[in-house]
Nanobody, 124 residues
């Protein structure tokens, strides 16, 4: 049974930093690209960032480029999202996802497994 468990969310002030983690089990983690998506209230789920299976390439939405950094540790079956200079508009539930094969990396439909999400709230 595949499980993706996010952690690290919370309530912070604008300008603060947070690091999200996503621990994976039940799959060969190093075979999968990993992505982070987020969904704010009343909005559709949107792509945030992704990283290839070997960690050599990463991708970001324009809205987070330069502020967020994705990384992974295949030995620990964990992907991270370091978020800095947080803004109120970053408030959302953040989901990690695992996918493989022919990915553009930014489409949620390309990811097979999803976590339950972790809430990030940024106050102004």
């Amino acid at each position: 049974q595949v499980q993706l468990v996010e952690s690290g969310g919370g309530l912070v002030q604008a300008g603060d930093s947070l690091r999200l983690s996503c621990a994976a089990s039940g799959l060969t983690f190093s075979n999968y690209a990993m992505g982070w998506f987020r969904q704010a209230p009343g909005k559709e789920r949107e792509f945030v960032s992704a990283i290839r299976w070997n960690g050599r390439s990463s991708y970001y939405a324009d809205s987070v480029k330069g502020r967020f950094t994705i990384s992974r540790d295949n030995a620990k079956n964990t992907v991270y999202l370091q978020m800095s200079s947080l803004k109120p508009e970053d408030t959302a539930v953040y989901y990690c996802a695992a996918g493989s094969g022919g990915l553009t990396y930014s489409r949620s439909s390309e990811y097979r497994y999803w976590g339950q999400g972790t809430q990030v709230t940024v106050s102004s």
